[in-house]
């Protein structure tokens, strides 16, 4: 296995990374999360990895936080996503909104990203939806991220503010910045508020 890379950056393209290593040029795929915290190219680069081994190809995918790969890893340990739909959604979705998204039941906020329908789409949300909480993911993602996992409040005030029209984004966004501690009202109040004086 080739838990990770680092070496110099030698090409950047949509989905695709090229970094030297003592004179091996890496092919890595990666998602376009990944790629806007790259630095530019001829630099040090330090990305986390998975080798995926197919009967006809051996795939490298690169990330650049623990968290991302965390959650590249349980995509596509669900049945009918591949490597690819994973790149998509994470390129879409950052491992935090990723969580927001399962812990919140938001389905049809994964069939934003390309080729993803609305029965794989639930697929991931109900096999995702016990792992969200588990520690492992809350730790993954924490390494590579500011803001936690959602509690279960933020994630019910998150679901009633879509509800209510608001985008995943908008309502995922403005609950993060509150207290973990004011109640599922008082996060809905606070963001109802908040959103509509923008």
Known sequence: MI???NGKL????????????NGIGYGIKTTMNTISQLPREDKEVFL?????????????????????????????????VGPKAALTILSDNTPEQLSLIIASSDAKALTRSVGIGIKTAQRIVLELKDKVTNQQIKDSVGAG?????????????????VALGYSQSEASGFIATLSGDLSVEEMIKSALKGLSSK
């Open 48 to 80: 986390y990895t998975y080798l995926n081994v197919r009967e006809d190809a051996m795939e490298l995918f690169g990330f650049a936080t623990k968290g991302e790969l965390e959650c590249f890893k349980l995509l596509i340990n669900i049945n009918g």
């Open 3 to 5: 838990y990770s890379v």
């Open 145 to 161: 991220a500011s803001s936690p996992i959602p509690n279960s409040k933020s994630a019910e005030a998150i679901s009633a503010l």
């Open 10 to 21: 030698m090409l950047i393209e949509p989905n695709f990374v090229v970094v030297e290593t």
